[in-house]
């Protein structure tokens, strides 16, 4: 099979009665996909995610030092000394894991004094800690709709929200990215139902922001409740990095705000804050919520340092404008075109995504770690490199970085 005439969606669109048949011919795919050099995925790491990692290459079998601009450790708070601290302090008092899910014996000190942070930085009465991001945005939004309500989502929204949207049973509509017209006539045409619109507050795949001030006004004018997906905009945005509610001024002001430890927080797992009741009700009607185990103790632990650590150290955050602001200036004047990013995701676009393909093999053997991303995760067409900034880069290493991009981009025209 020659892998450059597919795509992933052939295989999401394959249909045979043998149910393992798509298995055999993505195995093919992938197969050729990686004789030809092009497989930047499951790259091993030997180190944890600092501006400089060892990987074991698969191509060399060989260990590689590469210039990390893929991980989402905004902050490097997965290997601050106090966060490894703290984990390694519950580790020796609780072990890995509690053996239930929360409801039942799975919750500990560390999880109340995590949830008690996390609603008093979120200005919310109340929170909650899921073991991942995906299965809080699934839990929540299936717990509280019904089949005759609405769910309204970004066009660009996570797969986890669409997922959840979907497993609600409840109706779903979505609107074109951050437009405002399309989600007022949703809105509109929808008066008598219960409904929740569902945004982002910095979008994954482009780091643009969600219209959040406006989409505040119409969901009040409407009667429908809010909820904003806060996993790229914690710890980075507003002044003292509390999120886009922070920076549109609606701390306190939203109905449910989701976040991630996955990203700035340096570890994993979800939570949401929102008001007592809600948050009472969602601990016994959340599937993956009660029907899971509890997020480990020791993520707990270093998730609750990590947040001690964004309110004391904001010269971190700091630092990572520094980067993103040199990485946009330097990325637009060699001509990329990087879209309308306000965050410390960058995307690079390419379009087709055979070009990048190329891009990606000779990026990497650049030494240069960083994420392609092509359809579905965004629109065809719109292949793109998705650049995750942290704020332990060095100048020198976003110098290298530069280097490479401009190099690869001038060979394929892209610049
Ligand atoms: C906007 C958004 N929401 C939710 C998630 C899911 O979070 P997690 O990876 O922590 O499960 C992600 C992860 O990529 C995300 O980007």
């Known amino acids: ?78 290997s601050h000394p106090e966060v490894i601290k703290a984990g390694q302090e519950a580790l020796g008092q ?3 894991g509690l053996g239930g899910s929360p409801l ?17 930085y979120k200005s919310c009465e109340d929170a909650m800690v899921f073991p991942t991001g995906f299965s809080t945005n699934i839990g929540v939004i299936t717990a509280l709709l019904r089949k005759d309500d609405v769910v309204i989502s970004d066009r660009f929204n996570h797969a986890s929200i669409i997922d959840g949207a979907l497993f609600s049973g409840a109706q779903f509509r979505s609107f074109g990215h951050n437009n405002t017209n399309k989600l007022e006539s949703i809105l509109k045409n929808t008066r008598d139902k219960g409904k929740l619109v569902v945004v982002e507050g910095v979008y994954s795949m482009d780091g643009d922001l969600s219209l959040l001030d406006k989409i505040k006004n119409l969901t009040d004018v409407y009667n429908a409740r809010l909820m904003v997906d806060e996993a790229h905009a914690t710890g980075i945005l507003g002044k003292r990095g509390r999120g886009t509610i922070e920076y549109f ?24 804050c929102s008001t007592k009741e809600v948050i009472n009700y969602l601990r016994f009607y959340s599937r993956s919520y009660f029907f899971s185990a509890s997020l480990s103790p020791v993520i707990a632990a270093c998730v609750s340092k990590a947040i001690d ?31 309308q990013s306000h965050s410390a995701i960058i995307p690079i676009h390419v379009g087709e995504e055979i070009t990048l393909r190329k891009m990606a093999t000779e990026i990497h053997e650049k030494e240069i770690f960083l994420n392609s991303v092509f359809y579905p995760a965004v629109p065809q067409g719109q292949a793109r490199i998705r ?11 976003l110098d290298k970085a530069l280097d ?12």
């Open 94 to 96: 609780y072990g890995p």
């Open 249 to 272: 001024d609606l701390e306190g002001k939203i109905d449910i705000v989701m976040g991630t430890f996955s990203k700035t927080l340096g570890a994993m797992g979800g939570f949401i």
């Open 387 to 397: 650049l995750s900034l942290m704020s332990t880069l060095t100048k020198s290493c």
């Open 1 to 78: 099979m020659d892998s450059d005439n597919y795509s992933l969606v052939d295989f999401i669109e394959y249909n045979d009665p043998d149910i393992f048949k798509k298995a055999h011919f993505f195995y093919e795919y992938a197969e050729d996909y990686i004789a030809k050099k092009y497989f930047t995925y499951f790259r091993t790491l030997l180190t944890s995610c600092n501006p400089e990692v060892t990987i074991l290459d698969r191509y060399t079998g060989k260990k590689k030092k590469m210039i990390m601009l893929a991980s989402n450790n905004y902050l490097g708070l997965s």
């Open 309 to 339: 650590i964004l309110e004391k150290e904001p010269q971190l955050r700091e630092n990572l404008w520094k980067n993103i602001n040199y990485m946009k200036e330097n990325l637009t004047s060699l001509g990329f075109n990087i879209g």
């Open 104 to 120: 039942l014996c799975g919750y500990s000190a560390l999880h109340r004094e995590l949830e008690e942070k996390l609603a008093a």
């Open 404 to 415: 490479v991009l401009e190099e690869v981009g001038k060979k394929h025209h892209i610049i």
